[in-house]
T-cell receptor, first 117, second 115 residues
Framework: GAVVSQHPSRVICKSGTSVKIECRSL??????MFWYRQFPKQSLMLMAT?????????EQGVEKDKFLINHASLTLSTLTVTSAHPEDSSFYIC?????????????FGQGTRLTVV | AQSVTQLGSHVSVSEGALVLLRCNYS??????LFWYVQYPNQGLQLLLK??????LVKGINGFEAEFKKSETSFHLTKPSAHMSDAAEYFC?????????????FGTGTRLTIIP
């Protein structure tokens, strides 16, 4: 299957700083990428849908000014957690769908474990 | 609103034994159901999916799942566990059609295989 690479896999940052997470589709083009968050012992929750060349669509309750999403090309979407706080510590995972065809499956990155201290 | 319940956050089975991971869902419309597997330090990989048609779905690595509407269940099974099956398994539901990734996930089940 297609490969989605997410970087970094783990990051520790100080409270108040910003962290950028990258999601790349390595061997296909993706007009749409999705960002999920998973708190310990909870489900993966969709945060936002990232559309190439346009603004992201955020799910209810997700602060768009805190979680900045940029999808500047068909192979790269970035999620920036601004002014991170300990409560933002979580597992963030992206997924991307191949541009070709319809009803194609989404491919997931390996996730990023963010710890804010 | 949709929801997914995975019974048992941890399941341990002996190598060669039956694997049964439980998933129940709630959805106001006919659901599309998925099982994903996540190996350590890797992304989620689609194991199998149910959209329409045959209710018994076969996936990769010998796994299969049966959609039972009356029980609102989509349990994952494998007749004989292998050491390589040790991983985290997620059940997910979507009511917007396969290809739309607004998935609602369960909390996951960590499968351990005992040698």
């Amino acid at each position: 299957g297609a490969v989605v690479s997410q970087h970094p896999s783990r990051v520790i940052c100080k409270s108040g700083t910003s962290v950028k997470i990258e999601c790349r589709s390595l061997d296909f083009q993706a007009t749409t990428m999705f960002w999920y968050r998973q708190f310990p012992k909870q489900s993966l929750m969709l945060m936002a849908t990232s559309n190439e060349g346009s603004k992201a669509t955020y799910e209810q309750g997700v602060e768009k000014d805190k979680f900045l999403i940029n999808h500047a090309s068909l192979t790269l979407s970035t999620l920036t957690v601004t002014s991170a706080h300990p409560e933002d510590s979580s597992f963030y995972i992206c997924s991307a769908r191949d541009l070709k065809g319809i009803n194609t499956e989404a491919f997931f990155g390996q996730g990023t474990r963010l710890t804010v201290v | 609103a949709q929801s997914v319940t995975q019974l048992g956050s941890h399941v341990s089975v002996s190598e060669g034994a039956l694997v049964l991971l439980r998933c129940n869902y709630s959805s106001s419309v006919p659901p599309y159901l998925f099982w994903y597997v996540q190996y350590p330090n890797q992304g989620l990989q689609l194991l199998l999916k149910y959209t329409t048609g045959a209710t018994l779905v076969k996936g990769i690595n010998g796994f299969e799942a049966e959609f039972k509407k009356s029980e609102t269940s989509f349990h994952l099974t494998k007749p004989s566990a292998h050491m390589s099956d040790a991983a985290e398994y997620f059940c997910a539901v979507s009511d917007l059609g396969f290809g739309n990734e607004k998935l609602t996930f369960g909390t996951g089940t960590r499968l351990t295989i005992i040698p």
